[in-house]
Each structure stands twice: as C-alpha cells, then as structure tokens.
T-cell receptor
Framework: AQSVTQLDSHVSVSEGTPVLLRCNYS??????LFWYVQHPNKGLQLLLK??????LVKGINGFEAEFKKSETSFHLTKPSAHMSDAAEYFC??????????????FGQGTTLQVKP | GAGVSQTPSNKVTEKGKYVELRCDPI?????LYWYRQSLGQGPEFLIY????????DSGLPNDRFFAVRPEGSVSTLKIQRTERGDSAVYLC????????????FGEGSRLTVL
C-alpha cells in the first residue's frame, strides 16, 4: 500500500530564513510524488510534482523538492520564507503502477507559520 | 469562472437528513474526483470519475454515499441519512486525462451535521 508520512505537524520559521518540510513515502511501485499547498479559505494548489524525471524538482513560488529513493524521502524546501508562504502543506503520493491516476494519497499536513 | 466550482460552500443539516453537494469542473477536464477532509487531516479519496462512469469508488465509506456524473461534466455527491460523523469539508477536483496528479481543486463544501 502507498502512504506518505509528514514528519512535522507544525513548522515555524522567521521571514527570510530557509524552509524545510519533511516527507517520507512508502510505495509498492515507482511513485509519483507531489506537494500541494492549501491557503486559508482557498482550494488546494499543486506546488510541484515528481514523476521519475529529474530527482530535483522545482515548483512555483521558489519551492523545490528532492526525490531520494535510498531514503524514501521527498522533502520540500525554500531558501527564504515569505509571509505569504504561511499555509498548510500536503505531501501526496499517487500509485502510477495501478493505472489509477486519480487516487492521490495525502499526508496529514504540515502547518507552516512564518513570523515577521 | 475558470476554476472548479462547488456549491453550497456551507451546509448545515440535521442528523438523518439527505444532502446533495454539487461540483462543476473545469471545462474540458474529463476526470473528476471527490475527496473528504476532516478537521486537522489530509484529504481522503472518495470516488473518481472518468467521463460519466465511476472508475474507482473504493473510497466511499458506506452505501449512504453515492455520486453521479450523468453527462460527464457536473457531478453530485449524495449523502443519505446523514450522521454527525459525516461532518467534514467535501472537496471536488478535476484534471485533464493522462496528466497524473495535477488535480485542480475547488474550495470545498463544508458540511455540518447537527
């Protein structure tokens, strides 16, 4: 079975400092991995995705994530946090091997707080 | 609008009542998904449509839940005999066929069962 574990339920950083949101995955097949962001009262938005091309994936708003198969990790990073980055972040896995592209499995989420 | 539209945005009902939640996907998106998000949790998959047919309904919790997409566009999630445990935000998403994981989500319908 596929699953993702977000290692921190809450992360707090100061504006201008780096962001690290941690995610480990478990998958029977070669996984597709994603990060989604959810701002208050807004719909979930795709930040970036990994689908077996380059292991370092760049997304929107300066975020990037690195797929590390040996560590089964897909951590999300950003060099310098902005106040507007405060939101809920979800690590997500899709089992490409099953042929079902829609059954995304979400982690529990990490709340990112950015302090001025 | 250009995004996924869900109505109502908020629904308060009494235990035992019937509820319908509507989703209008992005035009041209053939795939449509329903997820449920409880407080403090990540979204949980309910059902996935490809066109008019339910390609995967394995996430529906029980037979009180049913969803349709009769013309391959708008979808309705139907919940019979609502229970307090059904209270959650119900999310709809759509995507272009073949683009794995790039789902476009609506803002959700918040259901409260008293």
């Amino acid at each position: 079975a596929q699953s993702v574990t977000q290692l921190d339920s809450h992360v707090s950083v100061s504006e201008g400092t780096p962001v690290l949101l941690r995610c480990n995955y478990s998958s029977s097949y070669s996984p597709s991995l994603f990060w989604y962001v959810q701002h208050p009262n807004k719909g979930l938005q795709l930040l970036l995705k990994y689908t077996s091309a380059a292991t370092l994936v760049k997304g929107i708003n300066g975020f990037e994530a690195e797929f590390k198969k040996s560590e089964t990790s897909f951590h999300l990073t950003k060099p310098s946090a902005h106040m507007s980055d405060a939101a809920e972040y979800f690590c997500v896995v899709s089992d490409r091997g099953s042929g079902n592209t829609g059954k995304l499995i979400f982690g529990q989420g990490t709340t990112l707080q950015v302090k001025p | 609008g250009a995004g996924v539209s869900q109505t109502p945005s908020n629904k308060v009902t009494e235990k035992g009542k019937y509820v319908e939640l509507r989703c209008d996907p992005i035009s041209g998106h053939t795939a449509l998904y329903w997820y449920r998000q409880s407080l403090g949790q990540g979204p949980e998959f309910l059902i996935y449509f490809q066109g008019t047919g339910a390609a995967d309904d394995s996430g529906l919790p029980n037979d009180r839940f049913f969803a349709v997409r009769p013309e391959g566009s708008v979808s309705t999630l139907k919940i019979q005999r609502t229970e307090r445990g059904d209270s959650a935000v119900y999310l709809c998403a759509s995507s272009r066929q073949g683009v794995a994981g790039e789902l476009f989500f609506g803002e959700g319908s918040r259901l409260t069962v008293l």
